[in-house]
């Protein structure tokens, strides 16, 4: 009873702000029309560095949509009900404005509390207040950012949700999870032997993801709360590149037990096994569909490798992609309506976007050896993985391809990126 | 204990739910002096991630001497492939043939073969590629007389490279089959 109470302390410390913080996030290329916003330091917030304000400033600048306006030093004594003077913001160009505070309340909790005026039309947007633990600061401003991204475009934020990814250090591969700008970082698995293909639960709570801990790959299925894994396929042969139905009742799996590398669904507990496609050629990769009725997948069934979609059920394949001799690693949009992959463009391995109703294909970046595109659950952003100056490195680019953004670290390889699901509110 | 868990999860959720029953904000300026200009809500609990370390445990070693022997062909674990390709070159065959044998000699013996690629393109489809390697040789050992429940192959796709650097070289040491026998994984 001692062991656990005394673990959740530890887990609910771990979870603080900022020490840990590896990655950094540079934005390589913006938007064209970013609406200017004036984030004013929030009053008080000196007691939870490094602060509300230029936490919710940054947000807002990622998404490529706002631009933050300076803020004049006199702004600190403002709060959320501070009177404002909309002449003097507009001379500053804010079309929008965050004015609040940050107070201590009783058993060492904080209240913040904000409000977001329309400095053009000179009213308040409306405005929330939030009790938080210090150690809630971080999570506490990308709700803040949430909430002001979604009045201000009618669409979610993805301020809140996490990302995992891995690092190699040296002899060491570290699964991390960390916020969705790279803060907060927190390991959940360390190995001498490689990590691949994270995929988030729809549940955002656990992980499946290949380890080579054993001398060959395995699935598991990894609770991020309480770090209790569980092997979803290790059957005789490779066991790989785990995705998750959109309900999370089961996962679909590449394994060659059968011989070749054919797609099966298992259960996350590593029951109920079924093989889904029966081929002569290399299955992987396999993704649902939004709707959870298809899959996409990449085969190498007609000479090369390429992406194919096929019923959940079965039943025939219909080959996706068509331009070039290597297309992989699908990953559909949120909206099902279109399909981001890797494409090997003059020896170089770029994401492309297909439109799935016009078959017009897009290419995002510019880059040489982009792995792993995922979608942000709003479908605003992907992230990826890259190289440069041979060192590996995660990157965003949005899906129209005007925002990029490049997250990288101290130290270590970065590569395998998971965008995680909303969280829920 | 398990009790203690759920309780402490299920305070979780409550703070969880607090939160998503309250979130109407609300739409008009306030005055400078309102307490209650903004809507109330409980901040999230921030799900933490509990560690889990695996390198504290590393298998000793234990295959038989012969396989060991530099002098013996045994000792040889190495089948390297061309570009694209999932064919064993013949200068690879004595050496497929001496662990066949050695296989067919030891009936308990059993083997594992990993398939490696090099570092260009998905890691997912490469572990595909790497497999289709590993297939290749155990297929050529079981024509050889070696029986399927002794051989295991798997990919390890690029994930292990013997190699490091991007340049030919490289990607040819990196594209091939390696031996290890029970007790060396």
Known sequence: ?425 | MRTIWAGLAASCAVAITACSSNPSAEQTAAKVEDRQPVTQAQAVPQAPVAAVDLTSVRPASSAASVLKDPNNILSKRSVFFEYDSFTIRDEFKPLVEAHARYLRDNASARMLIQGNTDERGSREYNLALGQKRADAMKKMLLLLGAREEQIESVSLGEEKPRAQGGDAAAHAQNRRDDILYAGEY
């Open chain 1, 1 to 425: 009873m001692l062991r656990l109470v005394w673990m959740f302390i530890l887990l609910c410390s771990l979870a603080s702000p900022g020490v840990h913080a590896q990655l950094s996030i540079e934005i390589t290329g913006g938007g064209g029309n970013r609406t200017p916003i004036a984030v004013a330091p929030f009053a008080g917030e000196n007691n939870l560095p490094p602060g509300v304000a230029a936490i919710v400033r940054a947000d807002l600048e990622r998404s490529g949509l706002f631009r933050g306006v300076d803020v004049p030093t006199e702004a600190t004594a403002l709060t959320e009900s501070s009177a404002v003077n909309f002449s003097d913001w507009r001379a500053r160009s804010a079309d929008l404005l965050v004015q609040g505070s940050v107070n201590p309340v009783a058993n060492g909790r904080f209240e913040v509390r904000f409000r977001l005026f329309d400095v053009v039309k000179q009213q308040a947007l409306g405005g929330v207040a939030y009790t938080l633990e210090k150690n809630q600061l971080r999570a506490t401003a990308h709700r803040i950012s949430d909430w002001i991204y979604q009045k201000l475009t009618g669409e979610r934020g993805v301020f809140s949700t996490r990302i995992a990814y891995v690092v190699k250090r040296g002899p060491r591969y570290e699964l991390q999870v960390a916020d969705a700008d790279g803060g907060g970082e927190e390991t959940a698995l360390v190995s001498f032997e490689p990590i691949i293909s994270p995929a988030w639960a729809p549940d955002g709570g656990r992980l499946a993801y290949v380890s080579f801990e054993s001398k060959k790959p395995v699935v598991y299925v990894h609770s991020l709360r309480t770090g209790k894994r569980n092997v979803a396929a290790n059957f005789k042969g490779s066991n790989s590149a785990p995705a998750w139905a959109p309900d999370g009742s089961r996962l679909m799996v590449s394994l060659s037990r059968d011989g070749g590398s054919q797609l099966f669904s298992v259960n996350p507990d590593g029951s109920n096994l079924r093989r889904v496609t029966s081929s002569n050629s290399i299955d992987t990769e396999p993704v649902f569909s939004p709707d959870g009725q298809s899959l996409y997948f990449t085969s190498d069934r007609g000479g090369s490798p390429q992406i194919y979609r096929m019923s959940v059920n079965g039943g025939e394949a219909q080959r996706v992609t068509f331009e070039g001799t290597y297309n992989v690693s699908p990953r559909p949009s949120p909206d099902g309506k279109s399909l981001a992959f890797i494409t090997r463009n003059a020896g170089r391995y770029q994401v492309a976007l297909l439109d799935l109703s016009t078959r017009q294909v897009q290419l995002l970046t510019d880059s040489d050896r982009d792995e792993s595109p995922s979608f942000a659950p709003n479908g605003r952003m992907i992230l990826l993985a890259t190289v440069i100056s041979g060192r590996g490195i995660l990157s965003a680019v949005s899906a129209d391809g005007r925002v990029k953004q490049r997250l990288t670290t101290s130290s270590g390889d970065v590569r395998e990126p998971a965008w995680g699901p909303f969280v829920k509110e």
